[in-house]
């Protein structure tokens, strides 16, 4: 089936920087689409992407849709304590169903 | 507006134990889906159902089963646990209309299987 790579498996910033993270697909996707998992909870939708090249934002945050179809970029500005989580991107996979990646661990630093 | 409720939150199991996770959700949606989550492995769907009386085989079905009777609740057995199974199960729901409509995500049950 299909697989996907997220690049940094984990990353610790101070408070007030801007985070970069991205994921990869060894096919090609129609759809992109990132979550946030907060400690204990079940993942929430943050951004969802569906055209190739499409920039969206969210607050703070702002995805991209790479124009390969292969990857997708997700940032966060002026990160604060509460970004803290692991962020995962999705993609369309059989039966209707979605494919996760392994997830980026996020750590803020006060 | 409960979403998607899973129960137990947390289970100790011995191995060769047999049980139930519960999901219900109550926005009337077709697809249900269950996933287990490991650590640096992301979610890895289990099974998943695109409505009642309907079921299917995801990733890692071994050593689980499921039935969806109704609409609102979709169950995951273990028959036979492992430590293998050790790991965080969420269930999580959408709209059948398409791939646009968002999962929507229990909060998870915790299982270790000793």
């Known amino acids: 089936g299909q697989q996907l790579n997220q690049s940094p498996q984990s990353m610790f910033i101070q408070e007030g920087e801007d985070v970069s993270m991205n994921c990869t697909s060894s096919s090609i996707f129609n759809t992109w689409l990132w979550y946030k998992q907060d400690p204990g909870e079940g993942p929430v939708l943050l951004i969802a992407?569906?055209?190739?090249?499409e920039l969206t934002s969210n607050g703070r945050l702002t995805a991209q849709f790479g124009i390969t179809r292969k990857d997708s970029f997700l940032n966060i500005s002026a990160s604060i304590p509460s970004d803290v989580g692991i962020y995962f991107c999705?993609?369309?996979?059989?039966?209707?169903?979605?494919?996760f990646g392994p997830g980026t661990r996020l750590s803020v630093l006060p | 507006n409960a979403g998607v409720t899973q129960t137990p939150k947390f289970q100790v199991l011995k191995t060769g134990q047999s049980m139930t996770l519960q999901c219900a959700q109550d926005m009337n949606h077709e697809y249900m889906s269950w996933y287990r989550q490991d650590p640096g492995m992301g979610l890895r769907l289990i099974h998943y159902s695109v409505g009642a009386g309907i079921t299917d085989q995801g990733e890692v079905p071994n050593g689980y089963n499921v039935s969806r009777s109704t609409t609102e609740d979709f169950p995951l057995r273990l028959l036979s646990a492992a430590p293998s199974q050790t790991s965080v199960y969420f269930c999580?729901?959408?709209?059948?209309?398409?791939?646009?409509?968002?999962?929507?995500f229990g909060n998870g049950t915790r299982l270790t299987v000793t």
């Open positions: 992407l569906y055209k190739a090249g």
């Open positions: 999580a729901s959408r709209p059948r209309t398409g791939m646009r409509s968002p999962l929507h």
């Open positions: 999705a993609g369309p996979n059989y039966g209707q169903n979605f494919v």
